[in-house]
């Protein structure tokens, strides 16, 4: 679903770091970076890096990601 570039940087916004942080270690430009996160995030249905990290979570974990029942359960859906 994702690019492998923006697989990169979704990567990197689960480990924490910040827009510019993100730019500079990938030797992208920031307005590069924000387009790639907003294509993410529409991509995956999510609106701000903690979805998108527990997006991340679940697809590790081999789990169908839902937004609704993560704001319904929080930690607990993602701790099944």
């Known amino acids: 679903m994702l690019s492998r570039a923006e697989r ?3 990567l990197m916004l689960c480990k924490g770091y910040i827009d510019k942080e993100v730019a500079n270690r990938l030797c992208r430009s920031y307005h590069t970076v924000r387009t790639q996160k907003k294509a993410i995030y ?3 249905g999510v609106s701000k890096d903690t979805e998108l990290l527990a997006y991340m979570i679940c697809e590790r974990k081999g789990i169908d990601f839902s937004l609704q029942e993560l704001r319904t359960k929080g930690i607990e859906y993602l701790t099944k």
């Open 42 to 44: 529409a991509k995956l």
């Open 8 to 10: 990169e940087v979704a």
